[in-house]
C-alpha cells in the first residue's frame, strides 16, 4: 500500500529533525574542542592556573594535578569527561567550582536577555512596516536613517550615554542595581516574583535598551525589505486587485510571509545578545554572567572564563536547533527540499 | 598567420577605460551621504597618517596639575590647552582621539585582510572542488558560528593576553566564515559557467582556473561583505579594549578612552565618555554608508536589507 503524503511528511520530518540533532551534536563536540585548544594555544596552559611568584616546585605539581603533562588527545578526553559532569575546575580566585558561579548568575543573565529580545522584537515589527508601506516618504527616510545609527553605536556606549543622561542628569530611572525574578521563581515563589515584577522592569529598562538596539535596527530593516519583497510577489497583487483592502493585503497575506527570514534570525539573534551581555552587564554592574566573564577576565581566572563560554555556546546551539525545529513547521517548503 | 586579438581589441575601443570610474562619480554625487562618509573617512585615514603632527599634545604625557578639565576649560595657567578636556591623569583627549584613530583603522583593515584571504581561499576551494573537502571546510565553520564569536575572542585573548598582533589575527580569524560562505556560494554558482569551462578545455590548472576565470567574477560580493566587515571588526576592537583585552597599556584607543571615563561617570565627567564614543560612531556609520553604496553600485541585487 502506498503511504500517504502525510505518512511522507512525517517521514520526512523526522528525518530532518533526526539530521539537525545529529549536526547539533558534532557542533558541540566542536565548540568543546575549540574551547580546550584554546587553553593550549599559550603553549604550556600550567601558567595560566598558577600565580606568577609560584616556584618550580608548585608548577611541577600543578601540571600534573591538572593532567597537563599528558598527551593532548588523552587531555581532551579527560576535559570531555569532565565535562559532561559540569566540572570546569575551581574558580582560581574563591575556590568554589566555576560551573557553580556560572550558573548562580545565569537567572540575572537571562531575564536581561529576555527583555532585551521582547524590546527589540515588539518594536521592530511595527517600525519594519510602517517603513515598508510607507517606503520612501520622509517618516521611512527617518526611520532609516536611526536605525543605520543604531548599527553603528557600540552598544556599551550607548549604555553609559543613557546612564549619564536618562540615569543621573534626568533622573528617570537606577543606574546600577537587579531585582531578581527568576531564581525566585525557580526557587517556587511564584507570588513574590509578581509582587517583585514592577521593581524589577525599572532596573531592567536601561540595559535592556542598551543591548537590544541593535538587534532592534537590524530587524527593523530587515523587515522592512522582506516586506517590500513580499508585497511585490504575485499573490498580493492578485490580493489587491480583487479588491481586499491595504490593511487586509498587510495583515493577512504579507506579515505572515514576511515573517519567516526573521523567524530564522531568532536563534542567531539570542547568542547575538548574549554576547552583548558581557559588556553592557559591566557598564550596569547587572550581578549576572557577563559580569562575572569581566572579573574573570580581569583576573585571568581560565576555569570561570572557560565554563562561561561554553554554557552560553551549549545554549546557542540548543536554540537554534530549537528554532530549526519550529521553523520547518511554519515553512513546509524546507522539510521536502 | 598575423590574426590580431580583434575582438578584445573592439571591446577595448568601445568601452572607455575611464567609464567605470565616472559612473561611480555620478553614483557618488546623486547619493551625497556616501560622499560624507567618504570625508569622513578621508578624514580618519589622515589623522592615521598624519596624527603624531596633528595631536596637540603627547597622548601618554601626564599633567597632574591639568587633571579633569572640561572641554575648553582654561588651565590653572589661564590657557585653553584641552579642547576636548583632559582625563583622570591629565592627559589631552583629544590627542588620545586622534591616536586612536590609527589603533582602530589599522586594526580594522589588518583584520578584514586576514579574514577575508583566509575565508575566501577556503571558501573558493570548497566550493571549486566540492565533495568531502566542502564538507569539511564548512563543517568547521558551522562549529564556529555556533561560538558566540565575542566569547571566542574573550576567551583566546585571555590566554593569549594583549597586544596588537594578537587581537588583529583573533579578530582576522574570527571573521573567515562570512567570506567563505560567500565565495563558496558565488564559486559555484559561477564553476559551471561557459567561460570556465572554456578555461578548462584550454587545459588552463586549477590555478590558473581560479585566479583569471573565477575571482574576478565572485570579487564584489566579497567587497561589499568587507566594507560592512571592517565596521563591526571596529566595534569588537572598542568592545575588546572597553574590556581591557585589546592593545597595550601605553596605546590609546577609543575603547580604552571609554573603560577609564567608568570611573568618572558618577563625578559628572561626560567629555571623557561622550567623544570617544561618538570618534566611533562616525567611523562606523561611514563604513556602513559606503558599505551600502557599494552593495548598490556593484551588484544591486544584493539589495536585501536596504
Redesign the interface.
Known sequence: MMPSIGQIETIHMGKYILRRVLQSFIVILGVTLLSFLTIHLSGDPTYLFVSERASEQEIIETRAKLGFDRPLPEQYLTFLGKLVQGDFGNSLRSRKPAIELVLERLPATLELTFCAMIFSITLALPIGIISAIRRGTPVDGGVMLLAMFGQSMPSFWLGIMLLLFVGLQLRWLPISGHEPILSVMLEGNVGGAITALPEAIRYLILPSITIGVFSLSRNARLIRSSMLEVLNQDYIVTARSKGLNQRGVIFKHALKNAMLPVVTLLGLEFGFLLSGVVVTETVFSWPGVGRLVFNAITQRDIPVVQAAVVTFSFMFVLLNLLVDILYVQLDPRIRLS | MTQTPVTTLQIDQLAPQYSEWRRARDSLVKARFPILALIILGLLVFLTIFGPAIAPKDPNRQTLVDRLLAPLQPNTQGQVIYVLGSDVMGRDVLSRIIYGARVSLLVGLAAVMIGGALGTSLGVIAGYFGGYIDDIIM??A???L???????T???L????PGVLNLVVVLGVAQWVTYARIARGQTISVRAKEYVEAARSMGASHLEIVVRAILPNIVSPLIVIASFNV?SVI?SE??LS????GVPEDVPTW?KI?AE??DQ??A?K?WL??FP?VA??LT??SL??LGDWLRDFLDPRLR???
Not at chain 2, 555556533?146 to 571566542?152: Q, S, T, V
Not at chain 2, 572597553?242 to 583585552?245: A, D, E, I, R, V
Open positions: 563543517r568547521i558551522d562549529i564556529q555556533a561560538f558566540p564569536f565575542i566569547l571566542l574573550i576567551m583566546v585571555v590566554v593569549l593576553g565596521a566595534l572598542a568592545t572597553y574590556l581591557g583585552l575603547g571609554l571615563s567608568r561617570l558618577l559628572g561626560w565618555a561622550v564614543g566611533i560612531m562606523v556609520l556602513n554608508i536585501g536589507n536596504r
